[in-house]
């Protein structure tokens, strides 16, 4: 997962624009092929192909938008830019028996999740 993302940093060198609606004009005013929007999920957050405003469905939330320097070839490529996994001191097992309320790691959660952009 991370090593997808990192690629992707290297290939496209994108620069962030914040997502604001004026921003949004001025993104979706570029060749599509050259914007990613940055995004949340219902699980993970995530780089989408071309200019889009998520801000009404579900958990679905616009960041802000890349703007590479080499255009995406494929719709259908996402890049996931946080990554969540079980804490390795309460919930190593992914089982939930033992997450620890007071777990300094984790906060009690028994997940962690990392965010790499
Ligand atoms: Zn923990």
Request: with cysteine; net charge negative; charged share 25%.
């Amino acid at each position: 997962m991370k090593s997808i993302y990192r690629g992707w940093q290297e290939k496209h060198a994108p620069e962030f624009i914040e997502g604001t609606e004026e921003n949004f004009v001025l993104v979706t005013a570029m060749n599509k092929k050259m914007v990613w929007t940055a995004h949340s999920t219902c699980d993970s957050e995530q780089l989408t192909p071309g200019a889009h405003w998520f801000n009404d469905s579900c958990c679905w939330d616009t960041f802000g938008w890349y703007v590479s320097k080499t255009p995406w070839t494929d719709k259908g490529f996402y890049v996931d830019t946080s990554w969540t996994g079980f804490c390795i001191e309460c919930n190593e097992d992914g089982e939930g028996a033992e997450i620890d309320p007071e777990c300094t790691t984790c906060e009690g959660e028994g997940t962690i999740t990392e965010y790499l952009d």
